[in-house]
């Protein structure tokens, strides 16, 4: 293969004669749509690197604009998006459709010439995303090498000079010292000519990708024939990984990652094969097992804590940012179960959403629930609106939403004739999927199971009378004054309710908070409280036992301050500590909150539903995160993690010239005795492969509600250190031995070829 031919990249040679391919890598002209009078005539059309969309701009700076396949979310045929709804007309429906990107960037509104056209793209598109999110680990790591060596072989002619070999470390985010660089250039140079073609390229990839800590683990288990057989395989994962295994596992392990059919004949694996093995999701730090649905799903509602967000419509800040559907959308891709709307009298009789007496735009409610209706559970893996109709709508993500219950938290500022409308729309739009009467017989003791709630909406909001009502078939209630529910508690005041709308709340009946002791005595089941961080924080430390024992047969909402103007959020373990179901983050802010957030509902399929350990199901426990008596949560472990090395970790400022000088950081969050961080030295201009070699020890004394988080920063000796990828998991899910660790960046989307090579070791103290 030569740098610049016309022949893709190693990990689609097997799409060469694709249609689809050639398609995209022939283009062609698109109508960008941006507003009503903005729709421009652009031309598109896929890279030689299989990976990279280009598209023409008018703007002087920036001739050429472009994004990776790796950016795209979800492609959406038709006037899906809120840009076409409302800059296009209805005519053009069959031949519009969306580009959605993961973390901030905007959507790409597009129509093309013909409904046939459209289609093309959208299956196109779809097809090659879905191809490079299937690569393995190895594929990923030839295709960026493949493409950095492109970049950098500046005058196209398919060598590389030695000022373009040093040009082409840089880009790898290597710095590599002029005496190295020109003995690794002399190694490869082998016909002595001055420049690297061919397999002289493929020698200096060779000596690049070697990775010596994995020669070390494979030559000790392939000492009798330079290859590793089924009882070395057998043995590798008993005594370093601490896996049980069977000679039947390992010719599994053969059969599947071994690249060499001739090493695989002889029922062998060779290094490589070994290496692919080893970063495999099976074979990763988390373990695979709690990767799918995993946990008892039959227990009561309240027993789980929920994956929640908090105003849920803003895109950025609380005063002035953007309203958008797109927000739940992205909230309930990334696992969210409870999501919040804020509802406000509208003109035309519609009620719309945003956030009250601010500058933030507002959406239509109607709007909002079709959205949420639209991605809330699986359909199928691929299809929303119907399962037999692939080429309408399709979504690279569609597999990371949840079967799970969706609870609908109402803050409702509404009159009651727009009360009325809302009421009518959650019907007509969420049909029989709404919850508008208890499940079974009689009237309920405690909440149904998520198992018992799949693919169904709850809603959360002010009711009239008690549930107990239904049942004593009395007359609706005359008073239809009820306190205003708001999270930010502008001045309290009275609100008449819709009977229309008070009647579909059933499980989750929202009320105010007058200590614990009113609430065991005067509560039901269903009725639950929101607390302001502060208060819940306050709580949380003074009155621990007694805020795990309220939620053993309660719900409990958390939301972050009014005061959190920039929508920045609170650490939600302490919450979690507590037994808190519903700790409601802002979901469009990246940052570590989130980000232990994230890790948090990571098991247990992404199911958003994550069951509380049995001492927090109990209504007898004596259970208190801050005092730790001993009990069934005392489990003291020793955790011993060795940070081996990285690979490929990205250049964090874009300048040619700079490079990475990274840092690991281990952080344990849980209980507070259990609460630690340790962070290796900083290894200078090296993204490329830095080794560390460090050892640290953690005590943990409650592992089910401790996480481990991975953090890797550039360091600056003059300012904060900048981040450059994390993986959070929890400490049950970790699995011991030799492993590849992950890394996210700050939207919580995969880093293509980064990671860490760790050893872990988790041992009774």
């Avoid at 239809?480 to 009647?503: G, H, I």
Wanted: charged letters at 30%; hydrophobic letters at 35%.
């Amino acid at each position: 293969e030569t740098l610049h031919g016309k022949r893709p990249l190693i990990p689609l040679h097997g799409l060469l004669g694709d249609p689809d391919l050639q398609f995209l890598l022939q283009g062609g002209d698109l109508l960008k749509v941006r507003s009503p009078s903005w729709k421009k005539t652009r031309y598109f059309k896929l890279q030689e690197d299989c990976k990279t969309v280009w598209h023409e701009s008018k703007k002087t700076f920036r001739r050429k604009q472009t994004f990776s396949l790796d950016d795209i979310a979800a492609v959406r045929m038709g006037r899906q998006s809120e840009g076409l709804r409302k800059y296009t007309e209805e005519q053009v429906e069959i031949r519009c459709f969306s580009i959605m990107f993961k973390g901030r960037r905007k959507n790409l509104d597009l129509i093309a010439s013909s409904e046939e056209e459209a289609k093309q793209w959208v299956s196109s598109l779809e097809k090659m995303v879905s191809r490079l999110k299937n690569l393995s680990c190895q594929q990923k790591t030839e295709h960026w090498i493949l493409s950095c060596l492109r970049k950098a072989d500046k005058n196209k002619d398919d060598k590389l000079s030695p000022s373009e070999v040093k040009n082409f470390f840089r880009l790898i985010n290597i710095d590599v010292e002029d005496e190295y660089a020109e003995m690794l250039f002399k190694k490869c140079d082998k016909s002595n000519s001055g420049y690297l073609t061919g397999e002289e390229i493929q020698h200096l990839y060779e000596l690049l990708t070697q990775r010596e800590e994995i020669d070390v683990i494979y030559g000790e288990y392939a000492r009798t024939t330079g290859f590793m057989n089924s009882e070395n395989i057998v043995d590798f994962l008993m005594k370093e990984q601490r896996e049980k295994a069977t000679l039947e596992d390992a010719r599994r392990i053969i059969e599947k990652y071994e690249p060499d059919e001739n090493v695989k004949e002889k029922k062998l694996l060779s290094k490589d094969g070994f290496l692919m093995y080893m970063q495999h999701p099976e074979a990763l730090i988390l373990n695979s097992d709690h990767t799918e649905v995993y946990q008892d799903m039959s227990q009561p509602l309240n027993h789980y804590f929920i994956s929640s967000s908090h105003n849920t419509y803003l895109m950025e800040d609380q005063l002035k940012g953007p309203s958008s559907t797109e927000a739940y959308i992205r909230a309930l891709l990334k696992g969210c179960r409870c999501v919040e709307l804020d509802c406000w009298d509208g003109s035309d009789d519609e009620p719309v959403i945003y956030h009250g007496y601010t500058l933030t735009s507002k959406i239509l409610f109607k709007d909002a629930i079709k959205a949420i209706k639209e991605y809330a559970f699986k359909v199928c893996g691929a299809t929303p609106t119907s399962c037999s109709n692939d080429s309408d709508y399709i979504d690279v993500y569609r597999k990371t939403t949840s079967d799970y219950p969706v609870i609908l938290s109402l803050e409702n500022h509404c009159s009651v004739e727009q009360q009325k409308v809302m009421a009518h729309h959650m019907n007509s739009i969420l049909g029989s999927a709404l919850i508008t009467a208890p499940l079974g017989q009689g009237m309920p003791t405690e909440f149904p199971s998520p198992e018992e709630l799949k693919g169904k909406f709850l809603i959360k909001g002010k009711r009239l009378n008690k549930l107990e009502a239904i049942y004593a078939s009395e007359e609706a209630a005359d008073n239809t004054d009820v306190t205003e529910e708001d999270d930010d508690e502008w001045k309290k005041k009275k609100l008449k309710l819709a009977k229309e709308l008070s009647d579909m709340v059933i499980y989750c009946k929202s009320v105010h908070f007058h200590g614990f002791e009113d609430a065991a005595q005067n509560l039901s089941f269903y009725e639950m409280s929101s607390f302001k961080e502060g208060k819940a924080v306050g709580l949380a430390e003074e009155s621990a036992n007694a805020f795990i024992r309220h939620n053993v047969d309660k719900l409990s909402r958390i939301y972050p301050a009014g005061t959190r103007t920039d929508s920045s959020n609170y650490d939600p373990v302490p919450l979690w500590n507590a037994g808190c179901q519903i700790v409601a983050l802002n979901f469009q802010t990246n940052c570590t909150d989130m980000d232990v957030n994230q890790g948090r509902f990571l098991v247990n399929g992404k199911s958003g539903y994550i069951l509380k350990p049995a001492y927090m199901r109990d209504l007898a426990t004596d259970f208190d995160p801050i005092t730790l008596t001993r009990g069934d949560w005392l489990k003291h472990k020793t955790l011993h993690v060795m940070i081996i090395s990285a690979q490929q970790l990205p250049k964090v400022n874009k300048k040619k010239s700079s490079i990475v000088d990274p840092l690991v950081k281990v952080e344990v969050f849980g209980v507070p005795a259990d609460v630690a961080e340790k962070e290796t030295n900083a290894i200078e201009n090296n993204g490329f492969n830095p080794a560390w070699n460090e050892n640290f020890q953690f005590d943990v004394y409650v592992p089910d509600l401790a996480l481990v988080r991975f953090l890797v920063e550039d360091h600056d000796s003059t300012s904060d250190n900048e981040f450059v990828g994390q993986y959070t998991l929890p400490f049950n899910s970790l699995k011991m031995g030799y492993r590849h660790v992950p890394l996210l960046n700050k939207n919580g989307d995969l880093l293509p070829s980064a990671g860490l090579f760790v050893h872990i070791m988790v041992v009774d103290a």
